[in-house]
């Protein structure tokens, strides 16, 4: 008995003294190097960031808030990227029970009854080989992790849960951003509308005094149909943006996760304000705030891990077994002293000889998959400079436009109020009224769609600068 004992507490005891053997590359952060600032930013002593202020402080908007809390709930995108943490997670636990030993409880009842006739015609008279018996106990499995697969496993496992927790967080954030780009997208498309519909009255007051000026004889035939030019001009914009603000609103209702609705409105267009500053603080701070970055860097990590999980198969994998219960004929006296049955074996191994290169393959497919997660995290990297560079660059010069396209709508307002006194006085025709109006028309709309994108400007920035929903 002592001697058994001892024999099975010395793989135990060599497993505790091997346990910080791992084989396999142990992984460190990879250096990738940082600008010194982002192009068409601030200077990098600005460590301050856009990403730090609260999504709904940026434009503040109570029905906007809303609409993005009503999203957080109901949106379908999300609600799969949940259950894929949950998938991982479960994953994780399945892989990290394999460190514990695996105690199974088991039973059965074997019968056996020899043939008289058959092999054994020549027993004696009286003599049987009938024989039944009851087995129940308990028996144990336990892989012996002196080379660091299970562990590698475990450490792959857990990277790869964390990557999808990632995950749902760039679906969030990009979720948000939706939600926020469409509903913009709505209020400027309310704007267009509006426009429209004050054009179309005013094309039908023009209308309206053009054809009475027509019946006095102080104005022609092609006056009144230039003046109807422009009404119906007016109206297809109006049919056209209706259309655009319906599919808008569907759009905005699937992200949602509601049926195809009305959205209810906030703030106009107008009334909406950027903030003041959009700093864009360091580069360097973009490993640790968006979540793409930080879901390749944990896909890198389970890549890496996988390289020790295919060199541990060079080694042979040691597994300790045993069983312990009782055995006995009569099941009454299945639970005593003497029915008691253990059984011990020696750890067994199992050592690759000849597999035609199938380890060796195997790790070299390890390695080129780490290869390729650690290009994917650099790609990741340089990918989110380049959207926060274009960000800032799109937010500066959009901004610029904007104020321009405000100067020449004014330009256009005045050029049609003259336009309308020199035709009402005699000195032109109604070709440079219709000219004027058209400018008006156009330009009040291109202004509109720039205020929609100084907007839309402004969440790319938050996003691409890790901004999240908090």
Same mark, same amino acid.
């Given at each position: ?221 092609? #006056?009144?149909? =230039? +003046? &109807? %030019?422009? !009404?119906?001009? /007016?109206?297809? *914009? @109006? ?52 979540? #793409?970055?930080? =879901? +390749? &860097? %944990?896909? !890198?990590?389970? /890549?890496?891990? *996988? @390289? ?58 390890? %390695? ?103």
């Amino acid at each position: 008995m002592k001697s058994s004992s001892a024999a099975l507490a010395l793989p135990v005891l060599a497993a505790a003294f091997l346990s910080s053997c791992e084989v396999g590359p142990n992984y460190s952060r990879p250096s990738v190097p940082a600008p010194p600032q982002f192009r068409g930013g601030q200077s990098a002593s600005q460590s301050k960031s856009l990403a730090d202020t609260k999504w709904f402080d940026l434009f503040k908007d109570d029905a906007l808030t809303n609409l993005v809390n009503d999203a957080i709930q109901n949106n379908l995108d999300l609600q799969i990227a949940a259950q894929r943490v949950l998938e991982a997670r479960a994953q994780m636990g399945q892989i990290q029970a394999a460190r514990f030993p695996n105690v199974d409880a088991t039973g059965g009842f074997d019968a056996q009854r020899g043939s008289l006739i058959g092999a054994n015609r020549f027993l004696p008279p009286g003599f049987t080989l009938d024989a039944s018996y009851t087995q129940a106990g308990f028996s144990l499995g336990w892989e012996l992790d002196l080379w660091g697969r299970v562990r590698r496993l475990n450490e792959a496992a857990r990277a790869q849960y964390l990557a999808s927790e990632e995950a749902r967080r760039g679906v969030l954030t990009t979720l948000v951003a939706d939600v926020t780009s469409q509903y913009l997208q709505l209020r400027e498309l309310d704007l267009e509308l509006a426009i429209a519909t004050q054009n179309r009255d005013a094309g039908r007051d023009s209308l309206r005094l053009t054809t009475l000026r027509k019946n006095r004889g102080a104005a022609t035939g092609l #006056d009144v149909h =230039q +003046a &109807e %030019q422009f !009404l119906y001009t /007016a109206t297809s *914009q @109006i049919a056209a943006t209706e259309r655009l603000i319906a599919q808008t609103e569907n759009a905005l209702s699937l992200l949602l996760g509601h049926a195809p609705g009305e959205i209810a409105r906030g703030k106009t267009l107008e009334q909406l304000t950027v903030p003041p500053d959009v700093p864009a603080g360091l580069p360097s701070a973009l490993l640790e705030r968006r979540p #793409d970055i930080r =879901q +390749a &860097e %944990q896909q !890198l990590i389970a /890549a890496n891990a *996988q @390289i020790g999980v295919a060199k541990a198969q060079y080694f042979p994998q040691i597994t300790l077994t045993g069983f312990l219960g009782a055995q006995s004929r009569a099941l009454s006296n299945l639970f005593t002293g003497p029915a008691r049955d253990w059984a011990g074996s020696t750890p067994g191994f199992d050592l690759p000889v000849f597999n035609a290169g199938r380890v060796r393959s195997g790790v070299r497919l390890a %390695q080129a998959q780490q290869h390729e997660a650690l290009v994917n995290y650099v790609k990741t990297i340089e990918t989110s400079f380049r959207e926060v560079s274009d960000s800032l660059i799109g937010y500066s010069k959009v901004r610029e436009q904007r104020t321009q396209e405000e100067l020449l709508v004014k330009a256009l307002q005045e050029t049609d109020r003259l336009s309308r006194l020199r035709y009402q006085g005699g000195l032109d025709s109604y070709l440079q009224v219709l000219d004027a109006e058209r400018n008006l028309f156009q330009g009040q709309l291109v202004l509109a769609q720039l205020r929609e994108q100084e907007f839309l400007s402004v969440i790319g920035l938050y996003r691409a600068l890790g901004g999240g929903w908090q």
